[in-house]
């Protein structure tokens, strides 16, 4: 569970803006894997994943019938499987969603797995250096700073590769001066993606019809 702070807020603070912070609870990773896993998310999600490269990773948009959030997504390839992050609350409703639409199509839909945060100026080179199997990481810039969002790893793991562990008071000044809102705190179920200023990034309105 994600503390408030290690002790010193105001260098968790600093770390993120001048060097490399991790912070674990702030997000899950739903995997979605099968032959069919392409088409099947394509056809409720908001962007355009028709041909998505191998690792690629994009702003998404689960909506309901009526055009309203109901979670906001990182989504990523490798291979037949995709990695769609949410933040932590809706994750669970990411999985109930696509369960109750998974009809005749060949897709496993697996629970949702911890992730941890990386992020600061010094975060790509952190990356860089190697993470060990099997952690993913998933570029996910939180405004003007490198972000990593890492799948199958530990704060532990990152903090030892050199990482600053942070808490969420650090994290949320830094969330919030960066302009990135959170499902269920700053956006919910009432509100559509242009009200949050999403539309450019995670919306695709040439591929057709979605959920």
Do not use: N
């Amino acid at each position: 569970m994600t503390v408030d702070s290690y002790g010193d807020v105001t260098a968790e603070y600093q770390t993120l803006h001048t060097g490399a912070g991790v912070i674990d609870g702030q997000h899950r990773a739903v995997p979605v894997s099968g032959p069919d896993a392409e088409a099947f998310l394509d056809s409720l999600l908001s962007q355009d994943l028709t041909g998505l490269d191998e690792g690629t990773v994009v702003r998404s948009l689960l909506l309901g019938p009526r055009g309203k959030l109901r979670a906001l997504l990182w989504v990523a390839r490798f291979g037949e499987e995709f990695l769609l992050v949410a933040d932590a609350r809706p994750a669970a409703t990411v999985v109930a969603d696509l369960t109750r639409f998974k009809l005749r199509v060949d897709v496993a839909i697996g629970a949702p797995a911890p992730v941890v945060d990386l992020l600061g100026p010094a975060a790509d080179d952190l990356v860089g250096a190697g993470l060990g199997d099997p952690a993913r990481s998933l570029p996910a810039p939180l405004g003007g700073l490198s972000r990593h969002l890492i799948v199958d790893a530990t704060i532990e793991e990152l903090a030892a590769a050199g990482a600053r562990p942070v808490g969420r008071l650090a994290y949320t000044a830094v969330r919030v001066e960066m302009g990135e809102p959170v499902m269920g705190v700053d956006v919910d179920e009432s509100t559509i993606p242009q009200e949050a200023g999403l539309e450019a990034d995670a919306v695709s309105f040439t591929k057709g019809c979605y959920l």
